[in-house]
């Protein structure tokens, strides 16, 4: 086909449909503003700079300015300010968003969650109003009797208007082809409504092969067009106020607060403009006439400049208009500027309001746990009505889920007893779960298949509390069970649940005792314990981590190490940030002298970035909000004990919060200090090996959007950090959001003259790889230093990164820097299932692996052999870490094998 064929076609449809060639005779597009712009008379002397300007529309029903019209009359008509600047007029946006980063107290009731109002809401009602909550009738507006009531009945719905999800057998369904499904219900018809809380029996069938990838879900619905509240909609995006104090502001555009001076003289230097067309070329020319480091942020480098008039103009006018026209400013970080938004981080100010939101969650807590108690002592979940659908239960059900000892309200019933109806619902749900949730490469960003189930696979049958609302402005009722987090509604709070657990033990106690004495059992001989000889022979190496204080304390280790069957010695060389092998190395020496008699081997142990109160100042890490990891311990430690164990504020403060103070990977003196420690072990003739632990620091060993192992603050915005990202990236990190369990901010804080979610995305990415190269390489250098610095290269051991304690520690040999740190991940840790388990992941991917043993006080003979006999099979040794013991904990195994010895002796004789 060539071009002279389709103008032919084009030319017969201009001709066959006259709209068509009305069409192409239709007035051109309105000018953008840099259209507009560069057809205005041109100013002669000064410089007028605008930036953006190419996405700048006409205002509505304003007159598009003449050919030969006057800039600051061009700008007008688009709806920009114009400030002068001396030499350079800027054109810029006439608002800019600001963020309340001092809000102060907050009012924990205003604003807050629905979840929250709704429990306070049932927990205030009178036996009659209850009826009609969970009765046909249904509760209103209307029907409550307080001023209080009916706010906390407003309060369900805060935001003007909530998004209304479309529900596909009885499963929630986002976006996809969905998405024009979508509904809104205004606030107005929302509050016409009725609430009704009944009982609605729920399914749940696990991933199979993949445990977190199960299935949750309701009986498919009987009506069509039923939805569900989306619970996103507490008001987020829709409202700048929240708990009696307004977050975010958008008021007239001026010139902010800057780091600089912008009358210094070094900023009188002229600047060529010549071919400048984006923001980082201006200021990177700025910077090569200054010579300074300027830095224009990601976001904002490649927006586009508009220059007119002169073709030169001074640096401090450019920088002070370019500050205006992006309304952003500059702030200093190191040795360097960058135009960015605010002088305070995006992502700091995002920290200090998510604070300020946790501080009113705290404050609600204690009434918010006294109103769940009151429901839960008061309320009976049993008397609720069950909605009728295909997962209604039989009477066998009825009696296990709403027996008084089934708390959980479920039961677990092989696929095969239950209905064909039923068999035929989740069957169905499964498969069009696993359709609309395909595999993908990445597992994080895939739910995950779930197996059909069949036979005796198992189905957990849940009774969960269910809310609907009922409104004259939509057709069928609308489920709320997520919005209002229902689940939670008739649960006791953490501090009853454990007087009860407690009362409950004391009872069975005590019911034991009784029919003890009622019914007395002959003894039973306790099974005997197996010796520690016996327990330690499967495993070859079998070390001592140790911190002998003095050379006696040495000599009285090795020797009870020798007659007990231990053959290495760990000694704990640096931790807590000192150094605990003596004067003159006098503890590792005779360590080494006394242990080669014995044949048992000697290596050290280091704690290599949690140096605790030693940290030195210049050393310690930092968070996005200038905290060390000790001082963002003790406000995360506080926000869990109200929270999640409800305790009040005072008590909460009145508990000891164990400090971590981590040291940067990235500081001079943390390298070379440590560096140093590690040359002079190895080049120490007789010393082994080498164990590093507390190599994992919050922010850089976990994967951008990881969703399980984030701590409570994430570390690595050091100013020397910060700089050397800026410089390689052109963001600062403290402009982007943490990776942390901080809680959602439920109120608008975009700022929309600086948000560009694309671009923020990917430096999230680089920032956590950047960290985690860093951690890398600093831990390579350590690896290189001890295989090289002696006359034979040691063995280095790295305690496994992020370890689930609670099922397996342990250390891995890091042969190859190469490789990757003995790491476990949420992803890696799928389908690991126990100790045994865990020892096979350990060596698929490194050579030699020796299980963790704590001791945390006097060692019991018969349990610690227990402990070690009950290591699953696939460990290469393990390691007895006694540091925490005082004075010399092996010395009671010795007396207790003599004992033994003994008695056996005794025994013999006749």
Not at 269 to 296: N, S
Not at 656 to 676: C, I
Not at 790 to 807: C, I, S, Y
Request: glycine share 6%; with cysteine.
């Amino acid at each position: 086909m060539t071009r002279n064929y389709f103008f032919a076609a084009y030319a017969a449809v201009l001709l066959s449909h006259p709209a068509a060639a009305i069409a192409a005779d239709a007035p051109p597009a309105p000018l953008t503003l840099a259209q507009a712009l560069q057809r205005a008379q041109q100013p002669r002397e000064d410089v007028y700079l605008a930036v953006g300007a190419d996405v700048v529309k006409l205002l509505k029903d304003a007159t598009p300015p003449d050919p030969d019209a006057r800039v600051p009359q061009v700008a007008a008509a688009y709806g920009e300010i114009v400030r002068d600047f001396h030499g350079v007029t800027a054109i810029a946006p006439p608002t800019m968003t600001l963020l309340n980063t001092n809000p102060g107290k907050p009012n924990p009731y205003d604003g807050m969650p629905p979840p929250d109002a709704f429990k306070l809401l049932a927990a205030s009602l009178e036996d009659g109003q209850w009826k009609m909550l969970t009765g046909d009738q249904g509760l209103g507006l209307s029907d409550l009797t307080t001023d209080a009531q009916r706010q906390l009945f407003t309060a369900l719905f805060p935001g003007k208007e909530a998004t209304l999800y479309p529900r596909k057998g009885g499963v929630l369904v986002y976006g996809g082809e969905d998405e024009k499904t979508l509904l809104k219900l205004p606030q107005a018809d929302a509050l016409k409504g009725k609430l009704h809380v009944r009982r609605r029996v729920q399914i749940s069938v696990n991933g199979g092969d993949r445990p977190e990838s199960g299935i949750t879900a309701d009986a498919p619905e009987t009506a069509s067009g039923v939805y569900q509240m989306y619970n996103g909609d507490f008001g987020s995006n829709t409202r700048d106020t929240i708990y009696g104090v307004k977050l975010r502001a958008v008021v007239p555009n001026t010139l902010k607060a800057a780091d600089l001076d912008y009358d210094a003289s070094i900023f009188s230097a002229p600047i060529d403009l010549t071919h400048v067309t984006t923001v980082g070329d201006l200021i990177a020319r700025i910077g090569y006439a200054t010579q300074m480091e300027f830095y224009a942020d990601r976001r904002l480098e490649k927006r586009p400049v508009t220059a007119l008039g002169a073709p030169s103009a001074r640096a401090k006018d450019l920088l002070a208009a370019l500050a205006l026209c992006v309304a952003g400013t500059y702030r200093k970080v190191g040795a360097a500027y960058i135009l960015t938004n605010d002088l305070m981080g995006e992502g700091t100010r995002g920290m200090i309001l998510t604070r300020f939101v946790q501080e009113a969650n705290m404050m609600r807590q204690a009434t918010i746990a006294a109103s769940g108690d009151k429901i839960y002592l008061g309320r009976s979940f049993t008397d609720l009505s069950t909605q009728d659908n295909v997962f209604s239960l039989n009477d066998a059900e009825k009696e296990t889920l709403f027996a008084p000892s089934n708390s959980g309200h479920s039961t677990e019933v092989p696929f095969r007893k239950l209905t064909p109806a039923q068999q035929t619902a989740i069957t169905k749900i499964v498969q069009d779960w696993n359709k609309a949730n395909p595999p993908t490469p990445d597992p994080q960003d895939s739910f995950g298949q779930v197996t059909v189930p069949t036979g005796e696979y198992p189905i957990l049958l849940m009774a969960a509390t269910a809310v609907s609302l009922e409104t004259p402005a939509f057709p069928t009722p609308i489920v709320l069970d997520s919005y209002l987090q229902t689940d939670r509604l008739m649960e006791p709070s953490a501090k009853l649940r454990d007087e009860m657990e407690k009362k409950r033990q004391e009872d069975e106690q005590r019911k034991a005792i009784e029919e003890a004495k009622a019914h007395p059992q002959p003894e039973h001989a306790a099974p005997k314990p197996p010796q520690l000889a016996e327990a330690f022979r499967p495993f070859s190496r079998r070390a001592v981590i140790a911190r002998p204080r003095t050379v006696k304390d040495v000599d009285d280790i090795v020797a009870d190490m020798k007659t007990l069957g231990f053959n290495e010695l760990w000694l704990d060389a640096f931790s807590e940030g000192q150094n605990h092998l003596g004067e003159n190395d006098a503890i590792l020496k005779e360590s080494l002298a006394k242990a080669k008699n014995a044949g048992i081997s000697v290596s050290v142990r280091m704690d290599i970035l949690n140096w605790g109160a030693s940290a030195p100042k210049d050393s310690q890490d930092l968070t996005m909000l200038g905290e060390t990891s000790a001082e963002a311990s003790v406000s995360g430690q506080r926000r869990m004990r109200i929270l999640d164990l409800g305790m009040s504020p005072d008590e909460a403060d009145r508990q000891p919060t164990p400090l971590k103070t981590y040291v940067s990977p990235g500081a001079s003196s943390t390298t070379e200090t440590l560096t140093g420690i590690v040359q002079r072990i190895a080049a120490t003739p007789g010393v082994t090996g080498i164990a590093l632990r507390e190599t994992s620091v919050h922010g850089y060993d976990r994967p951008f959007r990881s969703q399980s192992q984030a701590g409570d603050y994430s570390l690595g915005y050091t100013p020397a950090l910060r700089l050397d990202f800026l410089r390689r990236d052109h963001v600062d990190p403290v402009d982007l959001a943490p990776d942390t369990f901080e809680a959602a901010v439920d109120v608008d804080t975009s700022v929309p003259e600086f948000d560009d979610w694309g671009i923020e995305i990917n430096a999230q990415h680089d920032w956590s790889d950047y960290r985690a190269d860093l951690l890398h390489a600093f831990l390579t250098r350590l690896w290189r230093t001890a295989r090289s610095s002696g006359a034979h290269p040691m063995d280095v051991f790295v305690k496994a990164q992020r370890t689930l304690e609670w099922r397996a520690d342990w250390y891995g040999r890091w042969d190859d820097p190469g490789a990757p740190l003995p790491t476990l991940t949420e992803q890696q840790s799928r389908g690991v299932d126990g100790d045994q388990d865990f020892s096979k992941y350990a060596h698929a991917r490194w050579r030699a692996n020796i299980y963790n043993l704590i001791a945390n006080g006097a060692l019991e003979p018969n349990e610690l052999a227990w402990s070690i006999a009950n290591i699953a099979p696939g460990w290469d040794g393990f390691a007895l870490d006694i540091t925490s013991a005082e004075n010399d904990p092996l010395a009671p195994l010795i007396k207790t094998k003599a004992a033994t010895k003994s008695a056996s002796t005794t025994e013999g004789n006749p």
